[in-house]
């Protein structure tokens, strides 16, 4: 393990490769990103056995060391998987390119022209937790917004982003660009996470992906600028109009479909007069898909089910499992008090035939992302149409949501003129 010396010394001559880099991506054409992005997905279909391989090796490491059914889930690579990590790439290739796209401007009285024209940030820090297609994602959108990034995985995944980073370095080599806009700082160990926070003036942005302790530590200890993604502490609230069928389908498929991930529902409000008729339909059918109800004593006379006694911890925490805190409520103002006091400001969903009660959720719910009638696993960079997703950011700053390539950029203002003075 690398000492703290040798972890500050490491990301600073990193970061500085990468700075170089930066310069270089950041002018390339877009034909030569297209073709390093479909080079990087073809690699890895090449290297499929070997990538499955060291994932085998990181899975079985974890499975030894106790970890966790959600971290395993996030660390497991599969042909599946690996397919969408290809997908996604083949999609960035296929996106316009933001780097000088012209998002403002006007002519000015004096003559002038003046023009918002979108930039690259520089270097791009992400410290992540498991999650090898985070690897693959954040250096494919790295490339597309003409970005360098420096890579902290982590141990849970450490076999499979070593492959995975050489891959992609040798596709930048072959097609003549800077191996150093893609590197990891993984051999540098957990010190080389705080020198990354601390790496002022060498590192422009820096972005967390993973649980709720990882986000806390980087939001509070950095002292270069942070993009947080947030936690998904996400609800689901069925109005009184909810239509039994819809809301059984879609509180199962966001619940179940994959709970370790941050926009599976944690949990379910149920208007007081749609208990009896919906809400039962749909409580019954999670228990009997598994899931573990977490309510009082309300919801455990609605139901045959056993049910947990719920506390704080249940409205509060991400379980990111086979289990959901379940609230009734008696009116939508209620419903959104709760999510008011408890949301992290991920998703937030409503299912109802009302459209009074569409609208006000709309208005007042005041998180990245606010569904109607539709499950909340549809908060996704590749849903959303965007290839792949630097992370969800939570915060009220210019990248809100699912944040693809144009989240990684900044702008800077042209003016043209004609050798005019300021009166």
Not at 131 to 137: A, H, K, L, S, W
Request: glycine content about 8%.
């Amino acid at each position: 393990m690398a000492t703290d010396v040798d972890a500050t010394a490491l990301v600073t001559e990193r970061a500085d490769q990468a700075r170089k880099a930066s310069h270089v991506m950041a002018s390339l054409p877009r034909v030569a990103k297209d073709e390093a992005l479909r080079a990087i997905a073809t690699a890895i279909d090449a290297a499929r056995a070997e990538i499955l391989d060291a994932n085998a090796a990181d899975m079985k490491a974890g499975q030894d060391n106790g970890t966790s059914k959600a971290l395993l889930d996030r660390t497991k690579l599969d042909d599946s998987r690996i397919d969408g990590l290809m997908k996604a790439l083949e999609e960035l290739a296929n996106q316009s390119d933001p780097v000088g796209e012209v998002i403002g401007g006007r002519l000015l009285p004096n003559g002038m022209r003046l023009r918002q024209v979108r930039v690259p940030l520089g270097v791009v820090g992400v410290i992540y937790e498991a999650r090898p297609n985070v690897t693959v994602d954040i250096a494919g959108i790295a490339i597309r917004s003409g970005n360098a990034v420096l890579l902290r995985g982590g141990s849970a995944a450490a076999h499979t982003n070593k492959v995975l980073v050489r891959l992609i370095q040798e596709v930048l080599e072959k097609q003549g660009l800077p191996v150093a806009a893609v590197q990891s700082v993984d051999d540098g160990g957990r010190p080389a996470a705080t020198a990354m926070m601390e790496a002022v003036g060498k590192i422009d942005i820096l972005i967390p992906r993973g649980g709720r302790n990882l986000i806390q530590s980087v939001v509070n200890n950095a002292k270069v600028p942070v993009i947080q993604t947030g936690e998904g502490n996400v609800h689901i609230f069925l109005d009184a109009s909810a239509p039994a069928e819809q809301a059984t389908e879609i509180v199962l498929n966001a619940k179940t479909q994959r709970p370790s991930v941050c926009n599976a529902v944690e949990t379910l409000l149920i208007h007081t007069d749609a208990l009896e008729t919906t809400g039962k339909t749909v409580l019954s059918a999670l228990s009997a898909a598994g899931v573990t109800l977490h309510g009082d004593e309300q919801v455990a006379r609605a139901v045959a089910e056993e049910v947990i006694p719920v506390t704080e911890e249940d409205f509060t925490d991400e379980y990111l499992d086979l289990d959901i805190a379940v609230k009734i409520v008696d009116s939508l103002d209620e419903a959104l008090e709760h999510i008011e006091r408890y949301s992290t400001g991920h998703t937030d969903a409503i299912i109802t035939e009302s459209v009074s009660s569409q609208q006000a959720f709309l208005e007042k719910v005041n998180s990245a992302v606010v569904v109607v009638n539709a499950s909340t696993r549809f908060t996704d960079g590749g849903e959303f149409g965007l290839g792949a997703e630097v992370g969800i950011s939570t915060q009220k700053m210019h990248a809100r949501g699912p944040m693809g390539a144009a989240a990684l950029t900044s702008w800077k203002w042209i003016i043209e003129g004609d050798y005019n003075i300021r009166n």
